[in-house]
């Protein structure tokens, strides 16, 4: 079976944080994927980020979506630990302690899989990413909460352009350390993250690496692929065939997929 892989959808609880719903249609959009996905026979994986707990009150944002939890259980997806819900990381394999819905059950770190006979390894990718893999607070967890009173101030994650407030804030702050890596000769964030996962796939032993966080959709060769966000414009996702064969696609407003080309270097 083809295997769909998903991430940072960044989930809160419907209140002006939430970049999910912000958008109008995203969330019929987003079942008519799952729907899709269900057509094809296909597998999904979440990779990460499914819920911002930096963001919202995890009770609430649980409650809120309900609904999209129970299907995501029903279809068995699995569900990869993101930095914005590794408020949950302590109970991965504690059953017994597992929150509020049992999809939770089906949490885990990232993992590695043969198909096609090929290796992949499936992560969030916050694990190669110093800014915000540790799981206590840090830079990371600042700028969400900052980010998060500026969208509250906006009233909505959106300006009336479409620029995402997050996104503006932390840009602001991104070109400040960028300047301050120029000038000490350190290389930039974004090929850090990229040198930090393709050391993971090596360590994994991994032929394929296959992960979100950034939001930046695209491939590098045949081995580097990520699934991008449903948390800004482009509603993204990589498809695994049972070859191994590996794409990333786009899930357009018409309700269908169309492939996303991009790549990331």
Same mark, same amino acid.
């Given at each position: 079976m083809p295997i769909f892989c998903v991430s940072d959808l960044h989930l809160c609880d419907r209140g002006y944080r939430d970049n999910f719903c912000a958008v109008e249609g995203r969330e019929a959009r987003f079942h008519k994927f799952l729907d899709y996905v269900e057509t094809e026979g296909g597998q999904l994986y979440v990779l990460g980020d499914l *819920? +911002?707990?930096? #963001?919202?009150?995890?009770? /609430?944002?649980? @409650?809120?979506?309900?609904?999209?939890?129970?299907?995501? +259980?029903?279809? #068995?997806?699995?569900?990869?630990? !993101?930095?914005?819900?590794?408020? %949950?990381?302590?109970?991965?394999? #504690?059953?017994? %302690?597992?929150? !509020?819905?049992?999809? *939770? %059950?089906? $949490? @885990? /770190? =990232?993992?590695?899989?043969?198909?096609?006979?090929r290796r992949f390894a499936f992560l969030h990718g916050h694990e190669s990413d110093p800014y915000c893999r540790d799981a206590n607070?840090?830079?990371? +967890?600042?700028?969400?909460?900052?980010? !998060?009173?500026?969208?509250?101030?906006? /009233?909505?994650?959106?300006?009336?352009?479409?620029?995402? @407030? $997050?996104? #503006? *804030?932390?840009? &602001?702050? $991104?070109?400040?350390? &960028?300047?301050?890596?120029?000038?000490?000769f350190q290389h930039g964030?974004?090929?850090?993250? %990229? +040198? =930090?996962? $393709?050391?993971? /796939?090596k360590e994994a032993g991994a032929d394929v690496v296959v992960y979100g966080h950034t939001h930046e959709p695209g491939h590098i060769g045949d081995y580097h692929f990520n699934s991008g966000c449903w948390a800004r414009t482009n509603d993204t996702f990589v498809r695994i065939e049972e070859d191994g064969q590996t794409a990333v696609w786009e899930w357009l407003p018409s309700n269908r997929p169309a492939l996303f080309p991009q790549t990331l270097r």
């Open positions: *819920f +911002d707990f930096w #963001q919202a009150n995890m009770s /609430r944002a649980v @409650v809120a979506y309900l609904d999209l939890l129970t299907r995501l +259980d029903k279809m #068995q997806a699995v569900y990869v630990m !993101g930095n914005h819900d590794c408020a %949950l990381s302590a109970f991965i394999g #504690q059953t017994a %302690l597992m929150p !509020g819905h049992p999809f *939770f %059950l089906r $949490e @885990v /770190r =990232g993992f590695e899989r043969t198909i096609g006979g607070p840090g830079m990371g +967890d600042i700028t969400a909460i900052i980010s !998060g009173m500026l969208e509250d101030r906006n /009233r909505g994650p959106f300006t009336a352009n479409h620029h995402a @407030v $997050e996104d #503006q *804030f932390v840009g &602001t702050l $991104e070109a400040a350390l &960028t300047l301050w890596r120029h000038l000490t964030r974004m090929d850090e993250m %990229l +040198d =930090g996962v $393709e050391a993971y /796939r």
